[in-house]
């Protein structure tokens, strides 16, 4: 049987989780504002469901990769960079990985609005 109290208190564990980050992040923060952008447009421009669906994928990667660099942050910090050289090496490499998320749910968001836009744009 599921118990529903454990699993209402291990949803607050998480949300609990993710508003630290947000708290702490500004990057964070920013990817969920751009985020609710996105979620906005997509209705105002009236995208097509297979759209909305890679475009709200495309948004989750990017969250979750940033609450992903925020667990090796704080992980690599505990190494402190005396320690090993590595500890900057990480931090850069896991960054460099949401900056390659970023970058790709930028196209995907370009390949898919500027039809959209294009349109509105010439009144078609």
Sequence with gaps: MINFRAFIRSLGFAAKGVG???????NFRIELAIGALVILAMFLLEVSAA???VLLIAITLVLVLE???SIVERIV???KPRIHHYVEEIK???AGVVLV???GAVTIGLVIFLPYLMRLALGR
């Design 51 to 53: 759209e909305k669906g």
């Design 77 to 79: 910090d505990l190494l």
């Design 20 to 26: 630290r980050v947000a708290r702490a992040e500004q």
């Design 101 to 103: 998320a970023s970058a």
């Design 67 to 69: 609450l992903s660099n």
């Design 92 to 94: 850069d490499i896991m």
